[in-house]
């Protein structure tokens, strides 16, 4: 019999069945489409040769006055600067509490750090200065000064506890002295629900009423990042906003802060939700902000303030300046905002609006263009040629002048699997270079970001029908290139601790590798190796068909003809048949098959009513780009 060409259309369906997806793949992992045909991803590489503590939630890049490049890295714990190969802790200090005194127990790491009024809380990050510690506790001042540490107990309000790295050889009462630099709160590493009264932070609920289990919810720790000239903008989550001057003499040696000299933001609100500049009139807007600036108490989380043009420290309003505020209407909390074509976009949990400038004497207007389309997540939406696209907590969006549901191919697969919990750690990230958008997600079994959906708007304009397709790599944060030649993502490993910035006696903490992608085949890590990146995609399973039978009779094969359009390496073939729709595949005799350059065919032996192919890649320095497969399948009967 003739040899038959089995043709797949790109993209993943799996809003169908795996006969009912006709002509498409249903499942893959790294894999991405181009031109129509399917392909691993490029590789990624570490861009240090340290893990970072914590999970990074933020990225941004910019440059200074002179060209230098920076990306600021807003992580659970910390705020970091990544130039020229180093990374530098330019964390805000909240205060700093002189006069302390240290204890010791023998045998323990635990140390009683003792200070009146000390108004710390578990979790809080603090570097110990100018220690004199009392003799005999086994250690040395070199173990605690300028080192970090993280709180491990408040039992009053006077003392706290700390570990160490070792234990200590002898009990000592309180004594010593030292100084305690309390970092600014970040907030938790992952996005907690089910919580009532009492629960961190203050002035989440109405002060002495009664809250359901459910009711609150505890954000992940989250930062708003963006540049006012070679000036990083750095805001916490709910809490103050700070900036770190990138040209100012010996910038490293200096800490983000709202007294920053020339650019103050001591005058700013201290509780925001998110912050950004705006692109051409340089206003600095505030998001779910207070009502009353320095009052935490009266932030109302729809409630938007922009500073003065050019000023981001002026919020007063007058005839002379173009300070003002705006209170949106629909929805309950602003969720997120993005510097769009001529526009600024704002999300709340159930709308869009647009935010443009229109002079005096409003400064901004805002209009309403969307419901029931809310943000599942701060960082969860992306701009690009004047489309943003977004996750919603019930679908995916696009805006270009109208809101528009996109179409998706694996929509259940998504949110029938997505942890509805964690909606604010979805991050959103573009590469442009293969006009892809993807959303990194945790499932609904992980804490974690461990799952990713693309939409390619490019293979999507190419074919006139919606190209997505899924995986399992995750990403806790995204830039594209841009500033940098290549986009540039966080990996999360929770367990383990990163190595920068250094916190003594806790292990546990998580891990942040920071990576280049599109740079070779593999995964090159921090310590050196390389990992494997393994990639596969499943195609439908298909019959003969025969004219007027549709899957009536068994097929049988006797051999195969692949065709790549590109090979690195090896990839493999995997051939499956089974009798009926409901059954499970059986992998055919000889699968996998390993192909070569050199492969011409391959000879095989199976028989079923239908039949899937799985193309795929097990070790490092390859990859692979698929064109299609000539199969030798004729009718073999109904029985």
Not at 149 to 175: E, K, L, M, R
Not at 370 to 397: H, Q, R
Request: overall charge neutral; charged content about 15%.
């Amino acid at each position: 019999m003739a040899l038959k060409q089995v043709k797949f259309l790109p993209g993943i369906d799996k809003q169908n069945t795996t006969v009912g997806a006709t002509a498409r793949w249903v499942d893959s992992d790294n894999v991405r489409f181009r031109y129509g045909l399917p392909e691993k991803v490029g590789g990624w590489s570490s861009l240090l040769t340290t893990t970072i503590s914590g999970v990074a939630r933020k990225l941004h890049a910019f440059v200074d006055l002179d060209g230098n490049r920076y990306v600021a890295i807003g992580t659970d714990k910390s705020l970091l600067i990544y130039f020229e190969g180093q990374l530098y802790d330019v964390t805000p200090i909240k205060t700093t509490l002189t006069s302390a005194t240290i204890a010791t127990t023998n045998g323990s790491a635990t140390c009683t750090i003792t200070k009146s009024a000390h108004g710390l809380a578990v979790g809080d990050i603090v570097q110990l200065d100018s220690v004199t510690l009392p003799s005999g506790t086994g250690y040395s001042n070199s173990d605690f000064e300028d080192k970090n540490f993280q709180v491990i107990t408040a039992p009053t309000t006077s003392t706290f506890t700390i570990t160490q790295s070792s234990n200590a050889s002898a009990t000592v009462s309180t004594g010593g002295s030292l100084s305690v630099k309390v970092f600014e709160r970040v907030g938790p590493a992952e996005q907690t629900y089910g919580y009532g009264w009492g629960l961190d932070t203050w002035n989440t609920g109405g002060w002495g009423s009664a809250a359901s289990a459910s009711s609150i919810t505890l954000e992940p720790g989250l930062w708003s990042l963006d540049n006012f000239g070679e000036v990083l903008i750095a805001t916490i989550a709910n809490g103050k906003t700070f900036t770190w001057n990138a040209g100012a003499a010996s910038a490293f040696a200096n800490r983000a802060s709202t007294t920053t000299s020339n650019f103050s933001t001591s005058a700013n609100p201290t509780s925001t939700r998110l912050t950004l500049v705006s692109p051409t009139t340089r206003h600095l807007i505030h998001l779910g902000t207070e009502t009353t600036i320095g009052t935490s108490s009266t932030r109302d989380n729809m409630f938007i303030r922009f500073s003065d043009a050019e000023n981001i420290n002026s919020y007063g309003t007058s005839a002379t300046n173009t300070a003002g505020s705006q209170r949106l209407q629909d929805g309950t909390k602003i969720i997120g905002a993005l510097k769009a074509k001529e526009t600024i976009l704002i999300w709340t949990d159930n709308a869009l609006y647009t935010m443009k400038f229109v002079g005096a004497p409003f400064t901004f207007g805002f209009e309403q263009v969307g419901t029931n389309c809310g943000l599942i997540g701060k960082n969860a939406a992306v701009e690009v040629d004047g489309i943003a696209y977004w996750m919603s907590p019930n679908g995916f969006f696009a805006f270009d002048g109208t809101v528009k549901t996109l179409p998706c191919t694996v929509e259940d697969h998504v949110f029938e699997n997505i942890n509805r919990n964690k909606g604010q750690q979805v991050a959103a990230g573009l590469n442009n270079l293969f006009t892809e958008v993807t959303w990194y997600y945790p499932s609904s079994n992980s804490d974690f970001n461990n799952k990713y959906v693309v939409f390619n708007f490019g293979e999507t304009a190419l074919t006139k029908a919606p190209i997505w397709y899924t995986g399992t790599e995750a990403r806790t944060t995204w830039i594209d290139a841009s500033v940098y030649p290549a986009p540039i993502a966080t990996k999360f490993v929770s367990g383990g601790t990163g190595a920068f910035p250094a916190i003594v006696g806790q292990t546990g903490l998580g891990q942040t590798t920071l990576f280049e992608h599109e740079v070779g085949r593999d995964q090159a890590n921090a310590d050196g190796s390389t990992t494997t990146i393994t990639s596969f995609i499943n195609s439908f399973d298909f019959d003969i068909k025969p004219e007027g039978t549709d899957g009536e009779f068994f097929l049988s094969m006797r051999r195969f003809i692949p065709d790549f359009k590109t090979l690195n390496g090896n990839a493999k073939i995997t051939l499956a048949v089974k009798r009926f729709p409901a059954q499970s595949s059986t992998d055919t005799s000889l699968s996998p098959f390993t192909v070569t350059s050199s492969s011409l065919k391959f000879d095989t032996r199976a028989r079923g009513r239908y039949a899937n192919i799985k193309i795929e890649n097990d070790a490092t320095s390859e990859s692979w780009r698929f064109g299609t497969i000539n199969l030798d399948i004729r009718p073999d009967g109904r029985r």
